[in-house]
């Protein structure tokens, strides 16, 4: 087996990245898996209230944060792709052009809190809002998180330190990045929509 | 992810399109106010096809093969199922 179809080998049974953040995303994402179910069944007990102050729930907010999130995961997938043919620059416009999507996340979700405080709700309110403000802030902490990762990776590859040969770094950021993405695309229609 | 197709479209770029068209959907689901265990549960499907089209597509787990292959499929199939029984179970025993 030659050099080359051993590296081909080795990229088709393991997923882009470094596996290290597979396990963590893995992690991740059982974590929100549970705090779905638990939505949901607890929902099941309180069916009327959660209905009621779901209608409160500013959902045009929350579908240009879909918006945003959808978008930002394609550029950080063109940012892939940019490295992968060797383009550095690319991968950096890319790359920013998700941040800025992630900056209009926080703005917009920032937008929602500060809305949802300023009319005294809080984690207490009662059991709808309690979950409403524990799923999204978790998440909104792991889009944070994210925006840091990608920043870090984008500084990088402004150095030239990611190459077409080696790039396992921008592909485990895009991974995570992704992943917050994909939690969304579940939270977004579980709490805003589905009654 | 960066082969083209014969339209000169990124198949990563169908995807996105398909992404923000099917949020949009469910966006108007949510904004008409419909309701019901069929609505939920097409809503929730809906959820599930979009998070394995960015788990194959854009987490690049489609050219994956064996174990790895499987991990959002999965992921996307034990709280799918879990919430959709919630969901059936909120209307069969309301």
């Known amino acids: 087996m030659t050099a080359a179809v051993a590296v081909a080998e080795k990229q088709n049974r393991y997923p882009p990245g470094d596996l290290v953040i597979w396990i963590f995303i893995l992690a991740e994402l059982l974590v929100f898996a549970a705090f779905f179910s638990a939505y949901a069944f607890t929902r099941m007990n309180n069916v009327e209230l959660f209905n009621e102050f779901q209608q409160n729930l500013d959902r045009q907010a929350a ?84 925006m840091v990762i990608l920043a870090a990776v984008a500084i990088k590859a402004q150095k030239g330190g990611y190459s077409a040969a080696e790039h396992t770094g921008v592909e485990a950021g895009a991974s995570y990045w992704h992943m917050v993405d994909l939690l969304w695309l579940i939270l977004f229609p579980l709490v805003y929509v589905m009654r | 992810m960066s082969r083209q197709t014969k339209f000169g479209i990124r198949p990563c770029t169908w995807v996105y399109l398909f992404l923000m068209f099917f949020s949009f959907v469910t966006f108007m689901i949510g904004q008409a106010g419909l309701s019901g265990l069929e609505v939920a549960l097409a809503v929730l499907i809906l959820a599930l096809i979009k998070g394995q089209l960015v788990g194959h597509y854009f987490m690049g787990l489609g050219s994956v093969r064996g174990i790895w292959h499987w991990p959002v499929f999965i992921w996307l199939f034990i709280p799918g199922i879990l919430i959709g029984t919630a969901f059936y179970l909120s209307y069969s025993t309301g």
């Open chain 1, 63 to 146: 579908l240009i944060n879909t918006f945003a999130l959808i978008t930002s995961s394609y550029f950080v997938v063109r940012a892939v792709s940019a490295i992968r043919e060797g383009n550095s620059q690319h991968c950096v416009r890319w790359l920013l052009a998700a941040l800025v999507m992630g900056v209009v996340f926080l703005v917009v979700k920032g937008g929602e809190y500060s809305h949802h405080l300023g009319e005294g709700i809080n984690l207490s309110t009662n059991t709808f809002y309690m979950f409403y403000i524990s799923l999204t802030f978790f998440h909104f902490m792991h889009v944070i998180m994210g």
